[in-house]
């Protein structure tokens, strides 16, 4: 008899772990950062409470988009999509396959409802909400006459128009927005409004805040002792004055967290999911600009989220 319960049992605990899903974390052959975070989730994920759930690491693949075109999913998987791309849509709504898409944007995730139908997906954001970025700005106002804050996006960018009407209504009123037509240079479309702006916003738009266009309104903006808050680490070395933005580690930790929720719950409780940030301070820019050490630290000390 207890033979015949030990292989009962042999046999239910075999047959029970076969059935865990598989987590299968891809990333884009031609960005080999993704690459390395792939498998950074992947030894992270191994060290953490999936043993608890029966979860090993050859039920956790690391494949690139090309790699996971031709592979069989199992059931009741969960695929993890690294980076802005994807490796099909039609794909992963094809295989009725969950998804968690990390290292992405709030624009890109704002599209994922028009191709994931009735597929279960959640989305890890690397850039912050525009009323945070507001928030701060309004704090490093200094006088009466300079209240507008202008945020510069690309005419194509209508995602950006739809976060400024989101906006709180007393957010809005200081809110000055100038769209670049393609081909136009911004630097020298926004120079008429930098004599009444406050701070500059830049906001994740590739049209505008990269390469010479990036450096010009900064440059302009340090002549015209108006602040610039960026949404990355390297824009406070190119001349922000605050930044804030989640590191990358923050959001691999954010990325494991919804796996872990996916595993134990079955479903994902947020769409969009923003990780933890930190702001931080060019102190040579703030000096120039002349703003008070203790009035940034105070900003900083107030609004950080580590």
């Known amino acids: 008899m207890k033979l015949k319960t030990t292989i009962l049992l042999a046999f239910f605990l075999l047959t029970s772990y076969s059935a865990q899903a598989s987590i299968y974390i891809t990333y884009p052959e031609d960005v080999n950062v993704y690459k390395k975070i ?17 979860l090993n690491h050859s039920e956790i693949e690391v494949m690139s988009f090309s790699e996971i075109k031709g592979h069989s999913l199992k059931k009741d998987s969960l ?30 995730a704002s599209t994922i409802n028009s191709y994931a139908k009735d597929n279960p997906w959640a989305a890890i954001v690397i850039d912050q ?15 009466d006459y300079k209240k507008i804050i202008i945020v510069i996006a690309s005419e194509k960018n209508d995602y950006a128009i739809q976060e400024i009407n989101n906006l709180e209504e007393k957010s809005k009123t200081n809110i000055k927005i100038l769209r670049i037509k393609e ?3 911004a630097a020298k479309t926004i120079k008429k409004d930098l004599s009444n702006a406050a701070a500059i916003i830049a906001i994740h738009d590739q049209n505008v805040w990269s390469g010479n266009n990036a450096r010009w309104i900064l440059h302009q903006a340090y002549s015209h ?4 808050i960026g949404y990355s680490k390297a824009f406070l070395k190119a001349g922000a004055m605050i930044s804030i933005y989640s590191s990358a580690e923050q959001i691999i930790e954010e990325t494991e967290r919804r796996v ?29 600009l002349q703003y008070r050490p203790s ?7 107030e609004n950080n989220d580590i």
Do not use: C
């Not at 792939?38 to 029966?54: E, F, G, H, P, R």
């Not at 909400?129 to 006088?143: D, F, G, S, W, Y």
């Not at 009035?295 to 000390?301: D, F, G, L, N, P």
């Open 225 to 228: 002792k108006i602040p610039v």
């Open 38 to 54: 792939a498998y950074a989730i992947q030894k992270n994920l191994n060290k953490k409470t999936l043993s608890t759930l029966q």
């Open 183 to 185: 081909g136009d240079t």
């Open 129 to 143: 909400p525009l009323q945070r970025l507001v928030n701060i700005a309004e704090k490093t106002m200094r006088n």
């Open 79 to 108: 695929v993890i999509n690294i980076g802005k791309k994807s490796p099909n849509p039609n794909y992963l709504t094809q295989s009725n396959t969950p998804t968690l898409y990390t290292f992405t944007t709030r624009k890109n």
């Open 295 to 301: 009035s940034i630290a105070k900003i900083v000390r």
């Open 260 to 288: 872990i929720e996916w595993i134990e719950k079955g479903h994902f409780e947020k769409q969009i999911n923003s990780p933890k940030y930190q702001i931080e301070v060019n102190r040579n820019i703030a000096k120039a």
